[in-house]
């Protein structure tokens, strides 16, 4: 089994920033694409960030320009660097990964629970 912890959510003010963090344990022999997502109250989940193995990056046209992914393959880590937030970006986080627990096996999709970011006007 597999496990995704974020942190680093929380209040700030618009124009302010937050580093968010998704830690990966369990039963992981690799990890291949992870990604961001944010889901508003009332609203559907969103993309906000992709990153793949090797470092490519991908980015909802929302926050491009704002916000920055990367990761840490061998702490099985992803962040998210979100700069000149503002109140629009109010949602939970969640961060997903594909993870495949040998070499025989294929990726399957895990999600975190989710980090709350809100950001006051």
């Known amino acids: 089994q597999v496990q995704l912890v974020e942190s680093g959510g929380g209040l700030v003010q618009s124009g302010g920033s937050l580093r968010l963090s998704c830690a990966a344990s369990?039963?992981?022999?690799?990890?291949?694409?992870m990604r961001w997502y944010r889901q508003a109250p009332g609203k559907q989940r969103d993309f906000v960030a992709f990153?793949?193995?090797?470092?490519?990056?991908l980015y909802a046209d929302s926050v491009k320009g704002r916000f920055t992914i990367s990761r840490d393959n061998a702490k099985n880590m992803v962040y998210l660097q979100m700069n000149s937030l503002k109140p629009e970006d109010t949602a939970v986080y969640y961060c997903?990964?594909?993870?495949?627990?040998?070499?025989?096996?294929?990726?399957?999709?895990?999600w975190g629970q989710g980090t709350q970011v809100t950001v006051s006007s």
């Open positions: 990153i793949t193995s090797n470092g490519g990056t």
């Open positions: 997903n990964a594909e993870v495949r627990s040998a070499s025989n096996r294929p990726y399957v999709g895990y």
């Open positions: 369990g039963n992981i022999f690799s990890i291949d694409a």
